[in-house]
């Protein structure tokens, strides 16, 4: 295998060769050999990882690539941050797994949560712990709305996703996904993603055929759908009839939460507040997994064990967030994603006006490149493939998203530098321009 530098000395990507290489060809005939057809990033990013710092993660043939995936937005603070090994490290000496009994680890973790909302909402929320998964918060906020409230339907829109369990499932947009699993959770309505009149006349019209739901659930920037953030006026319309009819909304934070829009929450930059917030992913800064939700505490109406899991007592993971909510204040990394949100803009702007480019958007580091056929406007999925492609053998991983896969999507970490981001983006234009046909 080719040797290069350890960990903390790469500076760029570098591919030697044919991906996948010698020794991930081996390994992914291995997995596909052995593991489930579920499994998914392997199939479009063909290297078996061995390593990470930063910003980067070597392959087991050596090659050193920008990682623009960062564990699906759970890496907040990139591949080993030093000062979080160091916090885990003593952790795990201490305790690891307390169920949901009460530990200083835990007590500190929910207080750093809490101390990062407004005080006015601050003092009104209260905090559960749920399985570790985004999936599994969004499961526990939509039972707490429906036991709060005694009602069952719930409302979601049209290219949200919530998640890959049964009832998390039904209340995301792909169609495909739910197509094969029969008998989903009922109840749930669709309604159009940015379009702020046509839940507002549902919600309202007598004569509608819909009932008061148990809540809505909304995405601010909808993430797996494509970067699609959403209109202010649309988030602000949809907070104001909820709490009119007294309807809880629930805000999905899983992917934008923990300053990867911008500021700690992606709610905060459309003045609203919402009644639930699902958070996962990013909370450790370091990729152990917690979840959690807050909640206006009007709602704490269930019983005890009405949503429980083993694994919610993570003391890892709370010890690791206490640790990344202290760096990202001292190291002023929420400047440093609006400050790298601005130079992808600028970067990424000279594909505006290219004829296969039909938008791109984004916040803070949460971007996409959205490709469609200028004949007609289709989603040019296949054409998204083979930027992603064409990004690897320039050692760039990213993710796709959107409709028929057309969205090529980044999520670096939040303290990546404007070197790593400029050659990133160089990358991608690059790779945008030599693919379109």
């Known amino acids: 295998m080719t040797v290069l530098a350890r960990p903390g000395t790469w500076t760029g990507p570098h591919v030697a060769g044919d991906l996948p290489g010698p020794q991930s060809a081996a390994l992914l005939a291995r997995q596909e050999q052995r593991e489930s057809r579920a499994r998914t990033y392997p199939r479009h990013l063909p290297v078996a990882l061995a ?9 087991v043939d050596g090659n050193v690539f920008i990682d623009f995936l960062a564990g699906a937005g759970v890496l907040s ?37 809490l101390s990062m909302l407004d005080p006015g909402l601050r003092d009104r929320m209260k905090v559960h712990f749920c399985g570790p998964t985004g999936a599994n918060a ?58 702020p009149g046509a839940l507002e006349q549902a919600l309202t019209d007598g004569l509608g055929g819909m009932p008061r739901p ?29 709490r009119e009819l007294g309807v809880p909304l629930i805000v999905d934070e899983v992917q934008t939460g923990c300053g990867r829009t911008g500021t700690w929450f992606a709610f905060e930059q459309y003045g609203i507040e919402p009644d639930v917030v699902v ?43 206490v640790e990344a909510i202290r760096i990202i204040r001292r190291d ?27 938008e791109v958007r ?4 949460m971007w996409g490149i959205e490709l469609a056929d200028p004949d007609g406007g289709r989603p040019a999925g296949a054409l998204a493939a083979a930027v992603q492609a064409h990004a690897l053998r320039q050692g760039l ?20 530098t404007a070197e790593v981001v400029g050659t990133a983006c160089s990358i991608l234009v690059k790779a945008v321009t030599s693919c379109s046909p």
């Open 51 to 59: 390593e990470g710092s930063g910003s980067f993660v070597r392959d």
């Open 77 to 113: 603070l990139g591949h080993g941050h030093p000062e979080l090994l160091a916090c885990v490290s003593r952790q795990l000496g201490l305790l690891t797994h307390a169920l949901d009994f009460p530990t200083p680890a835990k007590d500190a973790f929910t207080e750093a949560q």
């Open 138 to 195: 969004v499961e526990a906020a939509v039972k707490l709305c429906k036991i709060a409230t005694g009602r069952g339907d719930i409302v979601s829109f049209r290219g949200g996703f919530h998640g890959s369990t049964h009832a998390a499932m039904a209340l995301s947009g792909l169609v495909a996904a739910k197509q094969p699993v029969q008998n989903t959770m009922p109840g749930v309505h669709f309604f159009p993603y940015n379009d």
């Open 214 to 242: 148990a809540a809505v659930l909304m995405e601010l920037v909808q993430g797996e759908g494509g970067v699609v953030p959403a209109r202010p006026d649309f988030a602000r319309r949809v907070r104001a009839v909820t």
């Open 279 to 321: 958070a996962s992913k990013a909370l450790s800064g370091a990729g152990l997994p917690v979840a959690l939700i807050l909640y206006n505490a009007v709602l704490d109406k269930w019983a005890p064990g009405a949503h429980i899991g083993t694994f919610r007592g993570n003391q890892l993971a709370f010890a690791a967030g």
């Open 332 to 358: 002023g990394v929420l400047d440093n994603v609006r400050a790298r949100g601005e130079q992808i803009a600028e970067a990424l702007g000279e594909l505006r006006g290219h004829p296969w480019v039909r």
């Open 362 to 365: 984004g916040r803070g580091l």
């Open 397 to 416: 991983i990213v993710e796709l998203g959107g409709r028929d896969d057309c969205v090529v999507r980044i999520l670096p970490p939040l303290n990546v």
